[in-house]
């Protein structure tokens, strides 16, 4: 079992549409969890970080985490062509400290 | 403007050239990593250290070196690259381990032939 999850995609999402990404994790003592997006060839950027059980939101992002089932979501609203990118999900493991990323889900949104 | 700075951007060398990929932040970032990006499969860690004169290996260090004798600056040293270790690379830092946000750099896209 991989220790970070995320469905590779690619997820089609209508523009102006809710994109829902999701990631789920095994090391139950995590405590940071991350979202990035990263375009083709670029280096990735943070998107948004969340430490603590429930919703997180930062404009059109929104983090939610759920500590008890293991995963960690990534909602955006009002979606852009610009938002396609991979976006890739990254947690901190409680063992070493260690950042454990997922393969990344590549998101289109259709105009 | 607070960055991490990777050089040089593009490198193309041969079988058993020693190369170093130079990486600096101007953060006061204790914690810096090196990875290695390849088609399906994801990131990879090479090294990471945790402050000065600390380094320890990730989940794939072999043909690599590193070295962190000052806070801001983590080179990556190639001593014989070889053909597969052709890759997108990236370097990045934070400001502790584990719980604080990687900030990248734009990333060396190096070929080997």
């Known amino acids: 079992q991989k220790e970070v999850e995320q469905n590779s995609g690619p997820l089609s999402v209508p523009e102006g549409a809710i994109a829902s990404l999701n990631c789920t994790y095994s090391?139950?003592?995590?405590?940071?969890f991350f979202w990035y997006r990263q375009y083709s060839g670029k280096s990735p950027e943070l998107i948004m970080f969340?430490?603590s059980n429930g919703d997180k939101e930062d404009g059109r992002f929104t983090a939610q985490l759920n500590k008890a089932s293991q995963y960690v979501s990534l909602l955006i609203r009002d979606s852009q062509p610009s938002d396609s990118a991979t976006y890739l999900c990254a947690v901190n493991m409680y063992s070493n400290y260690q950042l454990i990323w997922g393969a990344g889900t590549k998101l289109i949104i259709k105009p | 403007e607070a960055q991490v700075t990777q050089n040089p951007r593009y490198l193309i060398t041969v079988t058993g050239k020693k190369l170093t990929v130079t990486c600096s932040q101007n953060?006061?970032?204790?914690?810096m990593s090196w990875y290695r990006q390849d088609p399906g499969l994801g990131l990879r860690q090479i090294y990471y250290?945790?402050?000065?004169?600390?380094?320890d290996k990730g989940d794939v260090p072999e043909g690599y070196k590193v070295s962190r004798k000052e806070k801001r600056n983590f080179p990556l040293i190639l001593e014989s690259p070889s053909p597969n270790q052709t890759s997108l690379y990236f370097c990045?830092?934070?400001?502790?381990?584990?719980?604080?946000?990687?900030?990248f750099g734009n990333g060396t896209r190096l070929t080997v032939t």
């Open positions: 953060m006061n970032h204790e914690y």
């Open positions: 990045a830092s934070s400001l502790r381990t584990g719980d604080s946000p990687l900030h």
């Open positions: 090391d139950r003592g995590s405590q940071s």
């Open positions: 969340i430490y």
């Open positions: 250290s945790m402050n000065v004169e600390v380094t």
